[in-house]
Structure formats: C-alpha cells, structure tokens
C-alpha cells in the first residue's frame, strides 16, 4: 500500500516553485470568495430591501392607492435636490496707483 504524502520541499525548484505559486493562488481565491459572501450576507441584512422600503411607504397610505394615479414624472420629487450654479468669480480691476506729488 502506497502512502500518499504532500511535501513542497520535494522535486525541482521549477516544481516546487509552481506548487507555491498554485497554492498561494487557489488560497486567495478561497480567501476572496469566503470574504466577499460574508460582505455581501452582512450587507444584506443589514440594509433594508427595496421591496421592503416600498412596502412599508405605501403600506401606510392605503387612501393613496384607492386613488386614481394621475401624477406624471414631472411632478415626483427628485431623490437629490439639484445644484446651484456657480457664478464666476468677480474680479476688480487694480486700482491705480495715487500721485501725491
């Protein structure tokens, strides 16, 4: 019966070096996957669905939904409210210099 034992200090350096290059890569690929589904999961729960947060604004208002809706796009009120303009900057001119002679 033959044993099977995994040694990365056996073979060429050639070998050896490709083993520690494959193991340190499949090792951050685990790491970064294992880590981003955490995130993500964490991320999940903690923020509110945006079935959940249309759910409960409309859920409160039940007169609203028997209503007929005639609002268009022009009357929503947008998420951001939007920036004012800047204006140039007023430059004067240098005044000239006073002649006390």
């Known amino acids: 019966m033959a044993r099977f034992s995994l040694s990365l200090n056996e073979g060429s350096l050639l070998r050896r070096t490709a083993l520690h290059v494959a193991a340190f890569v499949l090792g951050t690929a685990a790491f970064l996957a294992i880590a981003s589904f955490v995130l993500i999961t964490v991320m999940k729960s903690v923020l ?48 000239a210099p006073a002649d006390d002679e």
């Open 48 to 95: 509110p669905s945006e079935e959940a947060a249309s759910g409960s604004s409309s859920g409160s208002d039940d007169s609203a939904e028997s209503a007929p809706a005639t609002t268009s796009k022009a009357s929503t009120k947008p998420a951001r409210p939007p920036r004012k303009k800047r204006t140039a900057p007023v430059i004067a001119p240098p005044s």
